[in-house]
């Protein structure tokens, strides 16, 4: 962490070092990796790139590239991964789903740039992981929009049989939504709610907020 802030020259050694004399253990080369991103970026983005989108180096070296790509060079992050994101996924070539979501959502919230469309997208989708929709659900209750309310809405009566994303979707709605239309939209769950466990949970969200 101290190095982070280090000079450029620091990160080109660990660069150099990275690839002429790569240390046997995994972690340590992440931890080159992570210098070289934070104070050489540019020297650095072909290679995180390359770490990212081609299988090959440890798993963990591969996360931590993805991590690094969204954080230090977050215009790359977003082109390279946003297309691996929209596409059918294949664990087999790249770092895990949930890891280049958060690195992508990472990138584009340093961009200043709108998430929710390929967020919305991610969360709404049956046939991701769980994780990555818990991910891109809890995300949406950062950036209120119409689309987000409507994502936030459709997982909120989902009936999948994931009640922990339901949880998610109503934390969220309660983070973006006015007060006064959270309430009307809980209570109109629950009036049409059969599952009895979550109408407890909003029962309890009702009585918390709402009162």
Aim: some cysteine; hydrophobic content about 40%; proline content about 6%.
């Amino acid at each position: 962490e101290r190095l982070r802030a280090a000079s450029p020259a620091h990160g080109l050694e660990a660069l150099r070092v990275y690839r002429e004399e790569p240390p046997e253990l995994p972690e340590i080369r992440a931890g080159l990796l992570d210098i070289a991103a934070h104070t050489a970026p540019k020297e650095c983005e072909e290679l995180l790139v390359e770490l990212v989108t081609t299988f090959g180096e440890d798993l963990l070296v591969r996360r931590e590239a993805t991590e690094l790509l969204g954080e230090c060079l977050p215009a790359r992050a977003s082109q390279v991964l946003e297309p691996i994101l929209r596409e059918r996924y294949d664990g087999r070539t790249y770092p895990p789903e949930d890891r280049m979501l958060e690195a992508w959502i990472v990138a584009k919230e340093k961009l200043g740039e709108d998430p929710v469309p390929l967020v919305a997208l991610v969360a709404t989708d049956l046939q991701r992981a769980q994780d990555v929709r818990h991910l891109a659900t809890r995300t949406l209750g950062r950036h209120d929009s119409p689309l987000s309310r409507q994502a936030l809405e459709t997982l909120l009566v989902e009936s999948s049989g994931n009640g922990y994303i339901r949880r998610i979707a109503l934390q969220s709605l309660l983070a973006i939504l006015p007060r006064a239309n959270f309430c009307e939209l809980a209570k109109r769950i629950q009036s049409n709610e059969a599952d009895t466990e979550f109408i407890v949970v909003l029962q309890s969200a009702l009585d918390a907020n709402c009162r």
